[in-house]
C-alpha cells in the first residue's frame, strides 16, 4: 500500500511566480490535510479537504493561496504570487478508509522562492 | 484541542530506555493522545496513539495515567536512527486540524 505522495518534492520559484503543490493521499483515503512548516518551528495546519469539498481552511492565508481536492486526481495546493516568506516546507496528510482517522504524512514539497 | 507541554530536548545513549512525558492538562473526555516522530527533510511518522491506559506496539508504548492528564511515550533501547523531533498532541482526530508546537528533539548518542 503506497503511501502519501507528494511532488514535486523541491521547487524553486522567483517572486511572483505560481507554485502548484500535488498531493495524492493513501489508497482508500477520502481525506486530506495540507500543513506548511516554517524552518525550526512545528507544522500549521493550512487546510482540510475531502473530495470536492473544503471542510476547513481555518488555516489558510486570506490572499493568493488556494486549494483543491477533485473528484478525480491529486489535491492541488495553489500558490500565486509567491513572495519569499512563502518559503517553507509543506506537507500533505491523509485519512479516512480502513485506517481510521491517522493523519499520515507526506514527504513534503520544499518551497524556496528566490 | 488541549494544550500540550513536553521537553525541548531530551539526550540519552545508544541501549537506553527513553521516556518522553507530555503534559495535556485540559484533555477532554472526546481526546486521544497521539505521538509523532520527525526526521529532518521528512514528513511526521505515525508512532502511537492511546486513550487511556497502556498502549503497545512494535515501536514504542504510551502510558497515560488515569487522570489522563498527562502521558508518556517510551521508546525501548534507543539506537542512532532514533534521533529525531517527537510531537504530542492532544485532540479529537476525527478529522480535525493536528496542532503542533515545537516538540521534544531527542539526541541520541553512541
Known amino acids: 500500500n503506497a503511501g502519501v505522495m507528494q511532488n514535486p518534492r523541491h521547487l524553486v520559484r522567483r517572486r511572483g511566480q505560481e507554485a502548484r503543490l500535488r498531493c495524492s493521499p493513501m489508497?482508500?483515503?477520502?481525506?486530506v490535510y495540507w500543513y506548511r512548516q516554517l524552518p525550526e518551528e512545528g507544522l500549521k495546519f493550512m487546510v482540510y479537504?475531502?473530495?470536492?469539498?473544503?471542510?476547513?481552511e481555518s488555516g489558510m492565508p486570506k490572499e493568493r493561496f488556494s486549494a483543491e481536492f477533485p473528484k478525480e486526481g491529486p489535491s492541488i495546493l495553489r500558490i500565486q504570487q509567491v513572495v519569499r516568506g512563502d518559503s517553507a516546507a509543506y506537507f500533505c496528510?491523509?485519512?479516512?478508509?480502513?485506517?481510521?482517522?491517522?493523519?499520515?504524512f507526506g514527504p513534503g514539497t520544499r518551497l524556496l522562492v528566490l | 484541542l488541549a494544550k500540550t507541554t513536553q521537553p525541548i530536548s531530551m539526550d540519552s545513549y545508544e541501549g537506553q530506555e527513553v521516556n518522553i512525558t507530555c503534559s495535556h492538562n485540559n484533555i477532554a473526555t472526546n481526546d486521544y493522545i497521539t505521538w509523532y516522530q520527525q526526521f529532518p527533510s521528512q514528513g511526521p511518522r505515525f508512532i502511537i496513539q492511546g486513550y487511556k491506559t497502556k498502549v503497545t506496539n512494535e515501536v514504542a508504548s504510551l502510558f497515560i495515567p488515569a487522570d489522563r492528564k498527562s502521558s508518556t511515550l517510551s521508546l525501548p533501547r534507543v539506537s542512532l536512527s532514533d534521533t529525531a523531533v517527537y510531537y504530542c498532541?492532544?485532540?479529537?482526530?476525527?478529522?480535525?486540524?493536528?496542532?503542533f508546537g515545537k516538540g521534544t528533539t531527542l539526541s541520541v548518542s553512541s
Open positions: 479537504l475531502q473530495k470536492e469539498n473544503i471542510i476547513d
Open positions: 498532541l492532544v485532540g479529537d482526530v476525527a478529522g480535525t486540524a493536528l496542532i
Open positions: 496528510a491523509s485519512s479516512g478508509g480502513g485506517d481510521g482517522e491517522t493523519q499520515y
Open positions: 489508497k482508500g483515503h477520502s481525506h
